[in-house]
């Protein structure tokens, strides 16, 4: 090992930089790290010469001695204890992979800690109908969800008695274990993170400290809320642990589907039959709607039906959809027109109808015969023949 040549064993020229000579050391050491070789012979050692060579080339006073001098001018202290005041290979690996993996761990860390913990958020699904949507409501829901246990006031121990300080992990949930260079943490296998444990556990929650309970709770839907919308009550969620805050309460809404209209957006659709007399000649009908303003406290609007109206016809009614969630404005209402062809005559309305029938040509149902134009070009264009329309 004391013949190798430290840029050699990096892969880097003599001219690297300090940002180069870091990111090669990264590459080698993942690549050789014995864990991630089956804990190969070869792997380790040439690990180590990696680890030797950044020890020394990594410092800028042993590096010059180095260059100068070549082994001979580090004198030996090439290995983890001479360079830049590392005591062991972990302490390169705090150096140089910190900035990558310092955060994950240190959260990590926290998360597993003994402390107190947050209670887990909740979720509540709850159907609505299309009225309360559009008015707002407000509501009762049943949630269970986890609540300190009485008897033992959460201390998961026996009335009477107390947890004790964990042995194996002195109280702190965590014990080390050596694993090659490194030294792995891993959760308390005595008292599973808890720092303690409990000889005698309360008979009403099993040692756990909570039990589940079914609260009843208002809540207000606002107004101009969709299906799939999401209502956050903070702090209503499952009771923490060791003192923890809860957690939150996320109620998710569906819209039952509604037997008058459908929702497009902001928008109401709905579609209203219309007798063909008033389609034909024009007029007025009503139509319903969620809105009870200005229609002297009746959810009903008045529509215009033009002369000649057709089933698809659509006439949009200004301020009479849904509002949203900020209130500020609200859609419209579509109504669609399906016209309505009269049943159950009578012999005297039947006489009247073939009568208009007969009088009535092309100008009165141009896309009656503007299709059998159509049609008799087409019977034409096949058959070489004219059709007869």
């Known amino acids: 090992m004391a013949t190798q040549d430290y840029y050699q064993t990096l892969g880097v020229d003599?001219?690297?930089?300090?940002?180069?000579?870091k990111a090669a050391f990264r590459k080698a050491a993942m690549e050789h790290h014995p864990d991630?070789?089956?804990?190969?012979?070869?792997?380790?050692?040439?690990?180590?010469?990696?680890?030797e060579a950044y020890s020394v080339?990594?410092?800028?006073?042993?590096?010059?001695?180095?260059?100068?001098?070549?082994?001979?001018?580090?004198?030996?202290?090439?290995?983890?204890?001479?360079?830049?005041?590392?005591?062991?290979?972990?302490?390169?690996?705090?150096?140089?992979?910190?900035?990558?993996?310092?955060?994950?761990?240190?959260?990590?860390?926290?998360?597993?800690?003994?402390?107190?913990?947050?209670?887990?958020?909740?979720?509540?699904?709850?159907?609505?109908?299309?009225?309360?949507?559009?008015?707002?409501?407000?509501?009762?829901?049943?949630?269970?969800?986890?609540?300190?246990?009485?008897?033992?006031?959460?201390?998961?121990?026996?009335p009477g008695s107390q947890?004790?300080?964990?042995?194996?992990?002195?109280?702190?949930?965590?014990?080390?274990?050596?694993?090659?260079?490194f030294q792995v943490e891993r959760t308390c296998p005595r008292c599973g993170g808890q720092g303690k444990v409990i000889a005698e556990p309360c008979t009403a929650c099993h040692g756990r400290g909570q039990v589940r309970k079914t609260r009843r709770m208002a809540l207000k839907i606002p107004a101009g809320v969709d299906d799939g919308s999401r209502i956050r009550l903070a702090g209503e969620g499952d009771v923490g642990r060791r003192g923890g805050p809860r957690g939150d309460l996320y109620v998710f809404l569906s819209v039952k589907p509604h037997e008058l209209f459908e929702r497009d957006g902001l928008d109401l659709l709905c579609t209203v039959p219309v007798p063909m007399a008033t389609a034909a000649l024009g007029g007025e009908i009503e139509a319903p709607c969620l809105s009870s303003e200005a229609c002297d406290g009746q959810c009903r609007a008045s529509v215009e039906v033009p002369e000649g109206a057709q089933t698809g016809k659509t006439v949009r009614i200004k301020g009479k959809g849904m509002p949203d969630l900020q209130g500020r404005r609200r859609g419209d209402l579509v109504v669609e027109l399906f016209v309505e062809t009269p049943t159950n005559l009578t012999p005297r309305q039947k006489e009247l109808l073939r009568e208009l029938g007969e009088t009535c040509g092309e100008r009165q149902h141009p896309k009656h015969a503007g299709f059998f134009k159509k049609a008799k070009r087409f019977w034409t264009d096949l058959t070489g023949t004219e059709g007869n329309a």
């Not at 991630?36 to 680890?51: H, L, M, P, T, V």
């Not at 100068?68 to 001479?82: I, P, S, T, W, Y």
């Open 57 to 158: 080339l990594s410092d800028p006073d042993k590096r010059a001695a180095y260059d100068r001098f070549g082994h001979a001018g580090v004198n030996g202290a090439g290995g983890f204890g001479g360079a830049r005041g590392f005591d062991n290979v972990n302490d390169i690996f705090s150096e140089v992979f910190g900035d990558v993996f310092g955060d994950m761990f240190n959260r990590a860390a926290q998360q597993r800690s003994a402390g107190p913990q947050r209670g887990a958020d909740l979720r509540h699904d709850l159907e609505i109908s299309l009225e309360q949507a559009y008015r707002g409501a407000e509501v009762e829901i049943d949630v269970a969800s986890a609540a300190v246990c009485e008897p033992c006031e959460g201390s998961g121990a026996k």
């Open 36 to 51: 991630r070789n089956g804990g190969c012979e070869n792997s380790a050692a040439k690990f180590k010469e990696i680890n």
């Open 14 to 21: 003599r001219s690297v930089d300090a940002a180069a000579l």
């Open 163 to 181: 947890p004790t300080q964990c042995a194996t992990c002195g109280g702190h949930g965590r014990v080390r274990q050596a694993n090659g260079f």
